[in-house]
């Protein structure tokens, strides 16, 4: 198993940045892919980016593509979202989500996931 915890989320002006934090215990990643998933009130829950451990192979959703930026630390078994030139329509509860032996066609898709963090709050407004 895999327990997963995020932080980072907050209040943000639109065009301002912040950095998701998903921290992972339990099992080791290395046979694993860790996505971001966001969602809004009333909207279904909708995939953001994916890392894949073992080669650090990376997935955006276009809405995203070029101003987030995911990543991984293996020291510390983190994986980051690095969100920059936020908009409103960014605001959503952020969450993370652990998939064990990934097919990569199908980390697009929350349903794929067995382990997922409590979610973050990003609220961007002016």
């Known amino acids: 198993q895999v327990q997963l915890v995020e932080s980072g989320g907050g209040l943000v002006q639109p065009g301002g940045s912040l950095r998701l934090s998903c921290a992972a215990s339990?099992?080791?990643?290395?046979?694993?892919?860790v996505g971001w998933f966001r969602q809004a009130p009333g909207k279904d829950r909708e995939f953001v980016a994916a890392?894949?451990?073992?080669?650090?192979?990376?997935l955006y959703d276009d809405s995203v593509k070029g101003r987030f930026i995911i990543s991984r630390d293996r020291t510390t078994s983190t994986v980051y979202l690095q969100m920059n030139s936020l908009k409103p329509e960014d605001t959503a509860t952020y969450y993370c989500?652990?998939?064990?032996?990934?097919?990569?066609?199908?980390?697009?898709?929350?349903?794929?996931?067995?382990?997922w963090g409590q979610g973050t709050q990003v609220t961007v407004s002016s």
């Open positions: 989500a652990a998939k064990k032996r990934p097919i990569w066609s199908i980390l697009r898709s929350h349903s794929a996931y067995e382990y």
């Open positions: 890392v894949r451990w073992a080669n650090g192979a990376i």
């Open positions: 339990g099992d080791t990643l290395s046979d694993y892919a």
